[in-house]
């Protein structure tokens, strides 16, 4: 080819180019449902960021999996906590009010959590039940553990 043949295949690219930009934008400022420039500016941007597109996604799914195990954990530990007391109780161990206090804090989170997530409570609802029977028996008699006071 020589260098008028190139000359016209420009122009002729640069007329098509100008055609094809007048013709996708009318379309975008129409009526009609399809936006052709935000189609090409989704392609594009979805083959610029599916690596951080990854990226995000696996992080998530990792943030997911630490979430669900961090809340396992509290729960058995939350579990335990409520086992300890009632043992100690059992064992006619006393506690300050505030001990009871902050147990049945424990207790009322513990019984939202099993009711909201649908578990099943087993001994814990027994050892609640028991921990609440004592704490009324000591509001009635007056009968925590005072300052100064042994176990």
């Excluded at 013709?23 to 392609?43: H, T």
């Excluded at 995000?56 to 799914?61: F, N």
Aim: charged share 30%.
């Amino acid at each position: 080819m020589d260098l008028i043949d190139l000359a016209k295949v420009k122009d002729g690219l640069s007329t098509g180019g100008i055609i094809v930009f007048v013709i996708l934008s009318m379309i975008q400022v129409s009526k009609i449902p399809f936006n052709p420039w935000s189609a090409i500016l989704k392609w594009i941007g979805n083959k610029l960021f599916a690596d951080i597109k990854a990226q995000v996604t696996e992080i998530g799914e990792k943030l997911d999996k630490h979430i669900e195990e961090s809340e396992k954990k509290e729960l058995s530990d939350t579990r335990r906590d409520i086992l300890d007391f009632c043992n100690a109780c059992m064992n006619k161990r006393k506690h300050t009010q505030e001990q009871f206090k902050f147990v049945l804090k424990e207790c009322d989170a513990y019984e939202e959590y099993v009711e909201k997530n649908h578990i099943k409570n087993g001994e814990i609802a027994a050892a609640i039940a028991e921990i609440k029977r004592i704490h009324a028996k000591c509001l009635q008699e007056n009968s925590f553990l005072k300052e100064g006071e042994e176990t």
